[in-house]
Antibody, heavy 120, light 106 residues
Framework: EVQLVESGGGLVQPGGSLRLSCSAS????????MHWVRQAPGKGLEYVSA????????YYADSVKGRFTISRDNSKNTLYLQRSSLRADDTAVYYC?????????????WGQGTLVTVSS | DIQMTQSPSTLSASVGDRVTITCRAS??????LAWYQQKPGKAPKLLIY???SLESGVPSRFSGSGSGTEFTLTISSLQPDDFATYYC????????FGGGTKVEIK
């Protein structure tokens, strides 16, 4: 059974930094691209970032480019999202998402999400 | 960037109704479109990919159609478990989601 478990959310002050982690199991992690998608409270889904199966290619939405860094450790089956210069509008539930294949950009499994609140 | 527009934003319907949700892309995305269902407090669930392919395990009352810039998600006979918010997503050029359509009880 595919499982994606996010951690690292919580309250952070504006301008602060936070790293999210996603522990994956139930599939060959190193064979799939992985993504982060976020959802502000009461709002729709927003695509954030992607990383290829070997970590060699990454993509960022304009809203987070230069502030967020996606990475992965295939030896630990773990995906990361390092976020810096956090703003109030970064407040959201962050979902770790599995690509349906090596790099298709549609998603067959989602984690339960971790809430990040940016506030003083 | 490709923009995705869903309509309506809210839809009131009864059990047994046929429901149609529309998604429009700002430029052609061929058939690179997916649909997701999200219930309150839960992660989204994949329903349809490549515009009309049903994900394994999804009931056959869900169907998708369209290509280019206009797409539809149809629920042939609405069931109590289907009251939720539905999102379309283009994956022709990276990824972008529509604003969502909430299907509520009439």
């Amino acid at each position: 059974e595919v499982q994606l478990v996010e951690s690292g959310g919580g309250l952070v002050q504006p301008g602060g930094s936070l790293r999210l982690s996603c522990s994956a199991s139930g599939f060959t992690f190193s064979s799939y691209a992985m993504h982060w998608v976020r959802q502000a409270p009461g709002k729709g889904l927003e695509y954030v970032s992607a990383i290829s199966s070997n970590g060699g290619s990454t993509y960022y939405a304009d809203s987070v480019k230069g502030r967020f860094t996606i990475s992965r450790d295939n030896s630990k089956n773990t995906l990361y999202l390092q976020r810096s210069s956090l703003r109030a509008d970064d407040t959201a539930v962050y979902y770790c998402v599995k690509d349906s294949s090596s790099w298709t950009y549609y998603f067959d499994y989602w984690g339960q999400g971790t809430l990040v609140t940016v506030s003083s | 960037d490709i923009q995705m527009t869903q309509s309506p934003s809210t839809l009131s319907a009864s059990v047994g109704d046929r429901v149609t949700i529309t998604c429009r892309a700002s430029q052609s995305i061929s058939s690179w479109l997916a649909w997701y269902q999200q219930k309150p407090g839960k992660a989204p669930k994949l329903l349809i990919y490549k515009a009309s392919s049903l994900e394994s395990g999804v009931p056959s009352r869900f169907s998708g159609s369209g290509s280019g810039t206009e797409f539809t998600l149809t629920i042939s006979s609405l069931q109590p478990d289907d009251f939720a918010t539905y999102y379309c997503q283009q994956y022709n050029s990276y990824s972008a989601f529509g604003g969502g359509t909430k299907v509520e009880i009439k």
